[in-house]
């Protein structure tokens, strides 16, 4: 009989919750939908478009072009703007807690302390920066946004960017579309230095079939780098990190023909000085000629 009973109450407890999942009570709603976001979550939405600059003008402002040239930093005091997009983020592990943009006229990197930056700054998304009250600087004479480090530029809080930014349309469908690696643009590494770029058809200087991305010399920290056929190693390298997602991938070779194999290559072109850093983002980027 107590087992009729304990039975009998355990089917009124599961009716009752059903009731209450089908909204018959006031606490559960049944009319659940997807949040409608009509501002991005994340980001300052107030941030508006007047003041805007090209990356051009600001590479040539007289305020700031002193302190990019000559590897410092400096308070951006004016109340200018960039619209830009993402050329590339962490997505691959090879660009650490920063991410490059840019506009029709240059590229540049932003430097900020916080990890996948990739969940909101996907490759092509549009988004205003405002610039005053942030520090903007050079590393080897690549143009960066950050925070002051040893006198040079680094690393901005990541409370800091989030009031400094506002993403602008939906996320796109695709990237950005790369410029191709050309004389123009290996000739002007100061305009160039920070965008997309693809190198079409080129061969490792080291592959042999064992060799990986990060079998090359070091380069500071957990960077290592490799020389391309056809580039003196003081011109361009292609650097990697060690924590890369495509660090042991072996370099395009035939071990069977014994001949390399040529490949295009994509990444973002930052720049050491006058040496060019060749960049890539992910695996994708390696595309093998066959």
């Known amino acids: 009989m107590k087992a009729m009973k304990y039975l009998f109450l355990a089917a009124a407890t599961c009716f009752a919750l059903t009731s209450c999942l089908d909204g018959d009570d006031s606490l ?30 600001l590479k040539d402002h007289p305020k700031y ?23 590339g983020n962490d ?54 946004l950050g925070a002051p480090y040893n006198g040079q530029i680094g690393r901005m ?28 643009v290996e000739n002007n590494i100061s305009t160039y230095c920070g ?21 090359g010399a ?8 490799q020389q391309v056929d056809g580039f003196s190693s003081s011109k361009l390298i292609v650097r990697t990190s060690s924590y890369a997602d495509f660090a042991a991938t072996v370099l395009p070779y035939d071990t069977i023909n014994k001949v390399k194999i040529p490949c295009n290559l994509i990444g973002i072109a930052t720049r050491y000085r006058d040496t060019w850093q060749i960049m890539l983002r992910k695996t994708s980027d390696l595309e093998i000629l066959k």
């Not at 240059?106 to 990890?115: D, K």
């Not at 965008?195 to 079998?215: C, E, I, P, Q, Y």
Request: no cysteine.
């Open 91 to 144: 997505i691959g592990g090879n660009l650490y807690k920063q991410f490059a943009v840019q506009d029709e006229t240059g590229g540049l990197i932003v430097a900020v302390n916080q990890g996948g930056l990739n969940g909101y700054l996907a490759e092509g998304q549009e988004l205003i920066i405002a610039l005053k009250g942030l520090f903007i600087g050079g590393y080897g004479n690549q143009i960066e």
């Open 28 to 57: 559960l709603n049944d009319d659940w939908k997807d949040p409608q976001f009509q501002e991005a979550p994340f980001g300052n939405n107030s941030i508006t478009e007047d003041g805007v600059i090209t990356i051009a003008e």
């Open 195 to 215: 965008m997309l770029v693809k190198l079409s058809n080129v061969t490792f200087k080291s592959a042999n079939g064992k060799k990986t991305f990060v079998d």
């Open 157 to 184: 809080s990541k409370d800091l960017w989030n009031t400094h930014f506002k993403l602008v349309g939906p996320i796109p469908e695709k990237g950005l579309e790369p410029i191709e690696f050309t004389k123009e």
């Open 65 to 87: 072009r002193s302190a990019i040239a000559n590897s410092g930093n400096k308070l951006v005091e004016d109340d200018i703007k960039l619209r830009v997009r993402v050329g």
């Open 218 to 225: 070091q380069s500071g920290g957990n960077y290592f780098t």
